[in-house]
């Protein structure tokens, strides 16, 4: 497979893109608490895919860093879903957390 077409990169620019559209609808403090973590390791996660393909041990050992980064925020995550504008992309986000991981790990 064509490293630039992996999977994994892909599942990481939708959680990228996600949360950019969070980034608005979310405090400051909020978002580099607990959103910016995850694009920052969602983004490691399609540099490492892109470049070594998605089956490479650094990518695997990244995809469950993210993967523990979305679950250290899920707490957070359950307060922002109360807000209607919020719920179906943070819930879009859990869904992604949880291909990866049936995919992947």
Known sequence: MNPSRSPVAKYANQIIRLVEKL?????????????????LHAGKV????????SLSPDVIEAVELLIRQIDTADEYFD?????????ELIMELREV???LYR???
């Not at 980034?23 to 694009?39: A, C, H, I, S």
């Not at 399609?46 to 393909?53: F, I, N």
């Open 23 to 39: 980034r608005p609808l979310t405090m400051y403090e909020e978002y580099g608490d607990y959103f910016l973590p995850v694009k």
């Open 97 to 99: 957390r949880h291909l």
């Open 79 to 87: 307060e922002a879903a109360t807000a209607d504008h919020q719920y």
């Open 46 to 53: 399609r540099s490492l895919s892109r470049s070594r393909g």
């Open 103 to 105: 995919e992947f790990i």
